[in-house]
């Protein structure tokens, strides 16, 4: 099976790469256009004009074709009411022609920002087929000392950011978060970097500075269609700095409350022969919100635990990589970098409980090669987590994986109409929870072994000068699951160049991850059982009897979650000086892959069949095996009805396991603007209305699908930029709301929080800053079972060259 879908994805890339071949002959045009005062301008239409070719400019400016007669051409360059043109172009048969263009346009801000994650292709964000949010990099490095990516998207609209530990976030959109929440698909230039046991994210694992990051962007929203399971609600993909865009070093020190100090470093240079190269390296070493709660906790309901955290209050983090860009005349770029994060300290919340990282490696690496129409990429990534441990059972639970996916895309323009991509992709994961200390594996059986693939594309056909048809549709193939094909249709409205109107319907799935399909994981300390062994013994049989594991497990009978989505949307450059964005949804939910639930007790009966009543070996004498259960019986009382047998027939206590459950409808309204009120003003708002209904359940299981969520929450910001110095105070506010995730379950307060970030550039070289969150110091929890939050002061001062 593995050789056949590897074959797959490479038939496509030599599909991709055919019309490259047979465009040998030709030339190719690759260029820039620039503002006179400096900086690359985004989303400029360029066109040639003798043959009709068009693309937009990146958000650097930077734009290129390929397959260009030879001949002499000229361009034109459109960005709203400014127009310039270049004559004269010529181009030869196996040779690249470079236009550099410097321009001295008004543009307001709406006009230059692109977007590459709703359609994997750059275009406008008001032409965009899905709601999109954009960070940028002006807006990134202000507040890049705090080093918490999910804080970046915090007063965004429509993100919901539940933070528990310094690095402990949840980060989800439109409903329905959790613990260790996966629905958000999450890149970083292409590489998946979720832990693969879980899905989710290990935020504290971030292996550089965040103001390395070029753009991030969110994509609101199922995106099954282009980026598959874990994308039921949406994408947040990150592009890291070009070294060749992004020449020079930082040195960056930052300090305050919570006893940290954090140093990143970054440099970026030319090599010479179109070779550069960047390195960025740093240490977090600080304390955090965690407390203990062996013996008492911070808030009324939370479980306790038996094992104290250590180290106590203390996280350390160090990072380091390397890359190397390879640019070509035709617009080419062949990238290879790799780096190591290792990390101490942080704990986080599962469904277990909370489990402290105390070593984890995660080294990784990447290989990627694009063309203007062509893109091919190569990453592995790994864990080694020799020190993990459950702080509600005290187990040691060391967690081995390894990623290994290759992608390749193209994308072509079909006449002066339409736009397709296409692509396919090939995983291959690796778990294995092997402890060396005891020769057993820590959470699973047996070691795991998976293979995925999928092919996609997308059709962007302009039906007439106003509307946009998109389709677009995925396969993904896996092993845990048949095959699923995701389907997505959009009708973009342009009212004119900068207001759109957008009508969208999606089909998105989520499969259930290793845990909730293989999990072994301790849910109590193991019960002594080793006096039954004697009846066993007594006939020269051995039952396995002695300390007995209380394990939580997972359940390989799990259905897909399945998602079907419409919503209507619109975004609009309103008196270029605003970016409106409005969004309602209504989704059906089904299939709903519960958090761990009590083997029996609950109204679905025994959750998981896969481990029925406990069986005596079979070469026990049936006298004697009736003996054995009648004392079981008596001596467990109502515990006897979790006692089972493993995969191997050993005995065992099942606390704990996942099912499906439930039918829901959710829907909602996203609102965000951004105001510029002039050159140094600038107001942001967002609101985000969430509902649901649960269409069929069990009795007495709805609370347990509780969406985590809240039905209201707003933000707010205000920012003054002057010439050499920078202040914004940044707020939201959440309504209460029910939290439910396996041993967690309460109320979450309604709270509010303010964030301050200033900068001031002493010289051209030496720049201060301050990040303090939680202004106010409003102590407060976000999600049940997370860390009481209270404020945290940070100072900053980078040297730069």
Same mark, same amino acid.
């Given at each position: 099976?593995?050789?056949?879908?590897?074959?797959?994805?490479?038939?496509?890339?030599?599909?991709?790469?055919?019309?490259?071949?047979?465009?040998?002959?030709?030339?190719?045009?690759?260029?820039?256009?620039?503002?006179?005062?400096?900086?690359?301008?985004?989303?400029?239409?360029?066109?040639?004009?003798?043959?009709?070719?068009?693309?937009?400019?990146?958000?650097?400016?930077?734009?290129?074709?390929?397959?260009?007669?030879?001949?002499?051409?000229?361009?034109?360059?459109?960005?709203?009411?400014?127009?310039?043109?270049?004559?004269?172009?010529?181009?030869?048969?196996?040779?690249?022609?470079?236009?550099?263009?410097?321009?001295?346009?008004?543009?307001?801000?709406?006009?230059?920002?692109?977007?590459?994650?709703?359609?994997?292709?750059?275009?406008?964000?008001?032409?965009?087929?899905?709601?999109?949010?954009?960070?940028?990099?002006?807006?990134?490095?202000?507040?890049?000392?705090?080093?918490?990516?999910?804080?970046?998207?915090?007063?965004?609209?429509?993100?919901?950011?539940?933070?528990?530990?310094?690095?402990?976030?949840?980060?989800?959109?439109?409903?329905?978060?959790?613990?260790?929440?996966?629905?958000?698909?999450?890149?970083?230039?292409?590489?998946?970097?979720?832990?693969?046991?879980?899905?989710?994210?290990?935020?504290?694992?971030?292996?550089?500075?965040?103001?390395?990051?070029?753009?991030?962007?969110?994509?609101?929203?199922?995106?099954?269609?282009?980026?598959?399971?874990?994308?039921?609600?949406?994408?947040?993909?990150?592009?890291?700095?070009?070294?060749?865009?992004?020449?020079?070093?930082?040195?960056?020190?930052?300090?305050?409350?919570?006893?940290?100090?954090?140093?990143?470093?970054?440099?970026?240079?030319?090599?010479?022969?179109?070779?550069?190269?960047?390195?960025?390296?740093?240490?977090?070493?600080?304390?955090?919100?965690?407390?203990?709660?062996?013996?008492?906790?911070?808030?009324?309901?939370?479980?306790?635990?038996?094992?104290?955290?250590?180290?106590?209050?203390?996280?350390?983090?160090?990072?380091?990589?390397?890359?190397?860009?390879?640019?070509?005349?035709?617009?080419?770029?062949?990238?290879?970098?790799?780096?190591?994060?290792?990390?101490?300290?942080?704990?986080?919340?599962?469904?277990?409980?909370?489990?402290?990282?105390?070593?984890?490696?995660?080294?990784?690496?990447?290989?990627?090669?694009?063309?203007?129409?062509?893109?091919?990429?190569?990453?592995?990534?790994?864990?080694?987590?020799?020190?993990?441990?459950?702080?509600?059972?005290?187990?040691?639970? %060391?967690?081995?994986? +390894?990623?290994? *996916? #290759?992608?390749? @895309?193209?994308? !072509?323009?079909?006449?002066? $109409?339409?736009?397709? =991509?296409?692509?396919?992709?090939?995983?291959?994961?690796?778990?294995?929870?092997?402890?060396?200390?005891?020769?057993?594996?820590?959470?699973?059986?047996? %070691?795991?072994?998976? +293979?995925?693939? *999928? #092919?996609?594309? @997308?059709?962007? !056909?302009?039906?007439?000068? $106003?509307?946009?048809? =998109?389709?677009?549709?995925?396969?993904?193939?896996?092993?845990?699951?048949?095959?699923?094909?995701?389907?997505?249709?959009?009708?973009?409205?342009?009212?004119?160049?900068?207001?759109?109107?957008?009508?969208?319907?999606?089909?998105?799935?989520?499969?259930?991850?290793?845990?909730?399909?293989?999990?072994?994981?301790?849910?109590?300390?193991?019960?002594?059982?080793?006096?039954?062994?004697?009846?066993?013994?007594?006939?020269?049989?051995?039952?396995?009897?002695?300390?007995?594991?209380?394990?939580?497990?997972?359940?390989?009978?799990?259905?897909?979650?399945?998602?079907?989505?419409?919503?209507?949307?619109?975004?609009?450059?309103?008196?270029?000086?605003?970016?409106?964005?409005?969004?309602?949804?209504?989704?059906?939910?089904?299939?709903?892959?519960?958090?761990?639930?009590?083997?029996?007790?609950?109204?679905?009966?025994?959750?998981?069949?896969?481990?029925?009543?406990?069986?005596?070996?079979?070469?026990?004498?049936?006298?004697?095996?009736?003996?054995?259960?009648?004392?079981?019986?008596?001596?467990?009382?109502?515990?006897?009805?979790?006692?089972?047998?493993?995969?191997?027939?050993?005995?065992?206590?099942?606390?704990?396991?996942?099912?499906?459950?439930?039918?829901?409808?959710?829907?909602?309204?996203?609102?965000?603007?951004?105001?510029?009120?002039?050159?140094?003003?600038?107001?942001?708002?967002?609101?985000?209305?969430?509902?649901?209904?649960?269409?069929?359940?069990?009795?007495?299981?709805?609370?347990?699908?509780?969406?985590?969520?809240?039905?209201?929450?707003?933000?707010?910001?205000?920012?003054?930029?002057?010439?050499?110095?920078?202040?914004?105070?940044?707020?939201?506010?959440?309504?209460?709301?029910?939290?439910?995730?396996?041993?967690?379950?309460?109320?979450?307060?309604?709270?509010?929080?303010?964030?301050?970030?200033?900068?001031?550039?002493?010289?051209?070289?030496?720049?201060?800053?301050?990040?303090?969150?939680?202004?106010?110091?409003?102590?407060?929890?976000?999600?049940?079972?997370?860390?009481?939050?209270?404020?945290?002061?940070?100072?900053?001062?980078?040297?730069?060259?």
């Amino acid at each position: 099976m593995k050789s056949s879908r590897i074959l797959g994805v490479f038939a496509l890339m030599t599909l991709a790469l055919a019309p490259l071949a047979m465009a040998q002959g030709n030339g190719s045009i690759a260029g820039t256009i620039s503002r006179d005062s400096g900086g690359g301008v985004g989303g400029v239409a360029v066109v040639v004009n003798e043959i009709g070719a068009a693309t937009l400019t990146d958000s650097n400016g930077r734009f290129s074709f390929v397959g260009v007669p030879a001949g002499t051409y000229s361009l034109s360059f459109t960005l709203g009411a400014n127009v310039a043109n270049e004559e004269g172009v010529e181009v030869s048969a196996g040779d690249s022609t470079q236009v550099a263009k410097s321009v001295d346009w008004n543009i307001t801000f709406g006009d230059t920002i692109t977007v590459v994650s709703a359609s994997r292709r750059v275009e406008r964000i008001v032409d965009a087929p899905a709601a999109v949010t954009v960070v940028t990099e002006a807006e990134i490095e202000k507040q890049a000392s705090h080093g918490q990516l999910p804080k970046v998207l915090e007063f965004t609209p429509g993100a919901e950011v539940t933070q528990s530990g310094v690095y402990d976030y949840n980060f989800n959109t439109r409903g329905f978060n959790s613990s260790l929440t996966r629905r958000v698909a999450t890149l970083i230039d292409g590489r998946d970097p979720s832990v693969p046991f879980l899905g989710a994210q290990e935020w504290a694992a971030v292996s550089f500075p965040l103001d390395d990051l070029a753009s991030v962007e969110l994509v609101r929203g199922p995106s099954a269609a282009l980026y598959g399971a874990n994308a039921s609600s949406g994408v947040l993909n990150m592009l890291t700095k070009e070294p060749r865009s992004s020449q020079g070093g930082q040195i960056r020190l930052t300090a305050g409350e919570l006893s940290t100090l954090n140093l990143d470093a970054r440099w970026a240079g030319h090599l010479g022969n179109d070779f550069y190269v960047k390195v960025v390296g740093g240490r977090r070493s600080h304390g955090d919100f965690t407390v203990s709660r062996v013996g008492t906790t911070e808030y009324p309901g939370l479980p306790g635990e038996v094992v104290p955290l250590n180290p106590l209050d203390d996280d350390e983090i160090t990072f380091y990589s390397a890359r190397v860009d390879k640019h070509f005349d035709d617009g080419g770029l062949f990238t290879i970098e790799g780096g190591d994060l290792s990390l101490e300290g942080p704990a986080f919340q599962t469904g277990i409980g909370r489990v402290q990282l105390t070593d984890v490696e995660r080294p990784w690496g990447r290989l990627n090669y694009s063309r203007p129409h062509f893109n091919f990429l190569a990453f592995q990534t790994k864990r080694k987590a020799t020190g993990q441990r459950a702080l509600s059972s005290g187990a040691s639970i %060391p967690l081995d994986t +390894e990623r290994i *996916a #290759f992608e390749g @895309q193209t994308n !072509w323009d079909i006449g002066e $109409k339409a736009r397709i =991509v296409a692509g396919a992709s090939f995983a291959d994961e690796d778990i294995d929870s092997l402890n060396p200390v005891t020769g057993r594996q820590s959470l699973l059986f047996a %070691p795991i072994s998976n +293979e995925k693939s *999928a #092919f996609f594309a @997308q059709l962007d !056909w302009n039906l007439s000068d $106003k509307v946009k048809l =998109v389709l677009a549709g995925r396969v993904d193939e896996n092993d845990l699951h048949d095959s699923q094909f995701s389907p997505k249709a959009a009708l973009v409205y342009s009212i004119n160049p900068n207001n759109t109107l957008r009508f969208g319907y999606n089909e998105a799935f989520q499969v259930a991850n290793y845990s909730e399909f293989f999990l072994q994981a301790p849910a109590a300390p193991p019960v002594n059982l080793s006096p039954f062994e004697a009846i066993c013994q007594s006939v020269g049989v051995s039952c396995g009897f002695g300390i007995t594991p209380v394990l939580a497990l997972g359940n390989k009978n799990l259905k897909l979650e399945e998602v079907k989505s419409t919503e209507i949307g619109y975004s609009g450059i309103l008196g270029g000086k605003a970016f409106l964005t409005i969004d309602v949804y209504q989704s059906e939910n089904e299939n709903f892959i519960t958090d761990l639930l009590p083997q029996f007790g609950t109204a679905l009966g025994q959750i998981n069949p896969n481990f029925g009543p406990y069986a005596p070996p079979a070469a026990l004498p049936a006298p004697v095996a009736g003996i054995l259960l009648a004392t079981l019986q008596g001596a467990l009382g109502p515990s006897f009805a979790i006692l089972s047998n493993n995969l191997d027939g050993s005995p065992i206590l099942v606390g704990a396991s996942y099912t499906n459950f439930g039918q829901v409808d959710t829907q909602g309204v996203d609102v965000g603007l951004n105001y510029y009120v002039d050159d140094r003003w600038t107001f942001n708002l967002s609101y985000s209305y969430f509902d649901f209904d649960i269409k069929s359940s069990s009795p007495g299981l709805d609370s347990l699908l509780a969406p985590n969520s809240p039905e209201n929450k707003a933000s707010l910001g205000l920012a003054y930029s002057a010439d050499r110095w920078d202040l914004s105070v940044s707020g939201r506010t959440v309504e209460g709301f029910f939290w439910s995730v396996g041993p967690f379950q309460g109320q979450v307060p309604s709270y509010q929080t303010f964030d301050l970030t200033g900068n001031l550039h002493v010289t051209d070289h030496v720049q201060v800053g301050i990040q303090i969150s939680n202004l106010l110091d409003d102590e407060h929890y976000e999600s049940f079972g997370g860390d009481i939050l209270d404020r945290r002061a940070l100072g900053n001062i980078a040297f730069r060259w």
